[in-house]
């Protein structure tokens, strides 16, 4: 019986550290890559619960400070009920 509730524990325990993250480049333009980097993100429990906040590419270049954008990327990073999903913006 204490064999069970040790591997149970031990599930549970792997299960709340898994985690996943992905980045895909969204687009790309002719303008030079820049020094300058905006990201805009949000965050997700349990896929319900928040996830209200703006996470555009206008809000994120206007984070970085960022006029002209060479490339755009997506996130997403995963941790067990807590998404956190956003764009990284790149540009001069």
Same mark, same amino acid.
């Given at each position: 019986?204490?064999?069970?509730?040790?591997?149970? /524990?031990?599930?549970?325990? /792997?299960? &709340? +550290?898994?985690?996943?993250?992905?980045?895909?480049?969204?687009? &790309?333009?002719? %303008?030079?890559?820049?020094?300058?980097?905006? =990201?805009?993100?949000?965050?997700?429990?349990?896929?319900? !619960?928040?996830?209200?906040? @703006?996470?555009? =590419? %206008? #809000? +994120?270049?206007?984070?970085?400070?960022?006029? $002209?954008?060479?490339?755009? @990327? /997506? !996130?997403? #990073?995963?941790?067990? !009920?807590?998404?956190?999903?956003?764009? $990284?913006?790149?540009?001069?």
């Amino acid at each position: 019986m204490k064999k069970i509730f040790k591997l149970a /524990a031990g599930c549970l325990v /792997a299960l &709340a +550290a898994t985690a996943c993250s992905t980045t895909t480049p969204v687009t &790309a333009t002719s %303008n030079p890559v820049g020094n300058k980097c905006g =990201i805009a993100q949000t965050t997700r429990i349990l896929g319900i !619960f928040g996830g209200n906040a @703006d996470c555009g =590419i %206008n #809000k +994120a270049a206007k984070d970085g400070g960022i006029t $002209r954008i060479s490339h755009v @990327d /997506a !996130f997403e #990073k995963n941790y067990y !009920f807590i998404q956190t999903i956003g764009v $990284r913006v790149y540009g001069e």
